[in-house]
T-cell receptor, first 112, second 116 residues
Framework: DQQVKQNSPSLSVQEGRISILNCDYT??????FLWYKKYPAEGPTFLIS?????DKNEDGRFTVFLNKSAKHLSLHIVPSQPGDSAVYFC???????????FGTGTLLAVQP | GAGVSQSPSNKVTEKGKDVELRCDPI?????LYWYRQSLGQGLEFLIY????????KSGLPSDRFSAERTGGSVSTLTIQRTQQEDSAVYLC??????????????FGEGSRLTVL
């Protein structure tokens, strides 16, 4: 039962263009969503988050959009840089627990 | 150091042996999580400790897996009678009080377990 899904295992974009990473969830109790970035042989690091009371949160080149009716969120990176190449994980939490449920990740490759 | 520290970084063991993985969280963080990432998979939740509350063990895949947290700080994840499907990177994360699900988790670099 995969409650958080990232259906694209990989994505390749050109430097300077927009990267859009998508995430879908099934649990309507989720009320907080986060994106993490992971480089090889390192632990994931927090990137950006959004509460269910918002539909957009922006931090520099990174913007997260939340569509609650569709149970869908996306991460936009613009402009994309080669250093953004990493695995991006979507995560969600909510209800009675603080535990984060992660998606399977999307490998982003930004080509110079 | 200031970050989450995990040991060993790599562990190779034979099927049927027991292993212990250690996590030193960031000082003062009351929440501690264990996740694992199998090859080609996402981050699978295993167990969550919050202060003195009973841990959330709902993610442990079998009774061969157990974890404890001593003195509200260091945690040990134990896998008994290891199987090949236990091979994965085991990640520990900590978080300040009450922010586990609404704030960021700070992850260690993980312990890579290979069961032959």
């Amino acid at each position: 039962d995969q409650q958080v899904k990232q259906n694209s295992p990989s994505l390749s974009v050109q430097e300077g263009r927009i990267s859009i990473l998508n995430c879908d969830y099934t649990n309507s109790m989720f009320d907080y969503f986060l994106w993490y970035k992971k480089y090889p042989a390192e632990g994931p690091t927090f990137l950006i988050s959004i509460s269910s009371i918002k539909d957009k949160n922006e931090d520099g080149r990174f913007t997260v959009f939340l569509n609650k009716s569709a149970k869908h969120l996306s991460l936009h990176i613009v402009p994309s840089q080669p250093g953004d190449s990493a695995v991006y994980f979507c995560a969600a939490s909510g209800g009675a627990t603080n535990k984060l449920i992660f998606g399977t990740g999307t490998l982003l490759a930004v080509q110079p | 150091g200031a970050g989450v520290s995990q040991s060993p970084s790599n562990k190779v063991t034979e099927k049927g042996k027991d292993v212990e993985l250690r996590c030193d969280p960031i000082s003062g963080h009351t929440a501690l999580y264990w996740y694992r990432q199998s090859l080609g998979q996402g981050l699978e939740f295993l167990i969550y400790f919050q202060g003195n509350s009973a841990p959330d063990k709902s993610g442990l895949p079998s009774d061969r897996f157990s974890a404890e947290r001593t003195g509200g700080s260091v945690s040990t994840l134990t896998i008994q009678r290891t199987q090949q499907e236990d091979s994965a990177v085991y990640l520990c994360a900590s978080s300040p009080a009450g922010q586990g699900g609404t704030g960021e988790l700070f992850f260690g670099e993980g312990s890579r377990l290979t069961v032959l």
